[in-house]
């Protein structure tokens, strides 16, 4: 049997968007044909079904965010510019309604994580990576005097990673006029403070 070619990461981001427009459950084959330009004896072939589609899915979104964040976060710029930047960056993908920034662990985990222990697995590691990656950053302002206070950097980032959480589900309902960059802000100062 011949191995159909194609731009793997491409295809997962296609496939991303779909599962982020419609849910994973509701996503069919014909739509993931249609979003990867990829027949679907081409996607059993290459990822063995819908579900392995997802998984692979996952990883690339986790590969892909984590590029965003080390690009953010340089290190060039004082820490809690680079957090501003970071929270600003959520707030245009918020408001751009645009499915293809919205967050695929969230949208997976509210839809089917309780079902599937292994993808249930998958986002609660790469969402406690996330989680680690933001606390170091929290943990350098407060090393370079940044943030000056009692509360250390494990709990605001878990304080941040709520925060954004809920960001984002509000979203969904208000995306339109400028609530969301104001609870952003809000929650900013909540977290530097």
């Known amino acids: 049997m011949r191995i159909a070619e194609f731009d793997r990461e491409k295809v997962l981001r296609s ?8 849910g994973y459950g509701k996503t069919s084959m014909q739509d ?24 692979a899915a996952l990883e690339q979104y986790r590969l892909d965010r984590n590029a965003e964040f080390t690009a953010i976060f340089t290190g060039k710029r004082p ?16 408001q751009s309604c645009d499915t293809s920034r919205a967050c695929l662990l969230t949208k997976a985990l509210n839809e089917i994580a309780e079902q599937d222990e292994e993808v249930h697995s ?19 302002a407060i090393d370079q005097k940044e943030i000056v206070s009692e509360r250390n950097a494990d709990l605001r ?4 990673m709520m925060g954004i959480y809920g960001l ?6 208000h ?10 802000d809000q929650l900013y100062q909540d977290v530097c403070r």
């Open 122 to 140: 998958i986002i609660t590691q790469h969402l406690a990576n996330w989680q680690l990656a933001i606390t170091h950053v929290l943990q350098q």
């Open 168 to 173: 984002r589900t509000f979203a969904h309902t």
């Open 157 to 160: 980032a878990h304080y941040l």
């Open 79 to 94: 820490v809690l510019t680079e957090l501003k930047a970071y929270l600003d960056n959520l707030v245009l993908e918020c």
């Open 32 to 55: 993931l044909k249609l979003a990867t330009g990829l027949h679907p004896g081409s996607i059993y072939c290459a990822f063995e079904n819908k579900r392995g589609l997802l998984l």
């Open 15 to 22: 496939a991303m968007t779909s599962f982020m427009d419609k």
């Open 175 to 184: 995306a339109k006029g400028n609530t969301i960059k104001q609870l952003a």
